[in-house]
């Protein structure tokens, strides 16, 4: 029900319920949820349209499968090294991609959420990949 919330001080006020309501039958469950609470529900201080992409795993899933299938073709490394060398690429591959991705997490859209500079700087966004 703490996910279900529509912003973070309902979401917390939520976890501690369910936690309350835990700790007599299951203790070591309350203080779990306790010490967890903040970074369970960290993505709560994003703003709203970001928090289904934060909170989901499916981009990492997505990443380890694709490291899995290329190690699968090599099937057996000489060394811990090349092992190293050939998840590095992958994961270099992937960053590059993200790179040039705008529809999921823009830098655009993770510029809105911070807050400006006291002075007189203004923000500068990197420049878009050709």
Not at 23 to 41: A, C, F, I, N
Not at 65 to 80: L, Q, T
């Amino acid at each position: 029900q703490a996910f279900l919330q529509p912003d973070q001080a309902s979401a917390r006020q939520t976890w501690r319920h369910v936690a309350d309501q835990l700790r007599p039958r299951w203790p070591k469950l309350g203080v779990l949820m306790d010490e967890s609470e903040d970074d369970v529900l960290a993505y709560m201080s994003f703003p709203a349209p970001h928090r289904t992409k934060l909170h989901s795993t499916n981009t990492l899933e997505r990443l380890n499968k694709e490291v899995k299938r290329r190690a699968d073709v090599v099937g057996i490394f000489p060394s811990e090294a090349s092992i190293i060398r050939l998840i590095g690429a992958v994961l270099l591959e992937a960053n590059d991609e993200w790179q040039m991705q705008h529809r999921y997490m823009g830098v655009e859209a993770m510029a809105e959420m911070l807050s400006p500079a006291p002075t007189n700087e203004t923000l500068q966004l990197p420049p878009r990949p050709a």
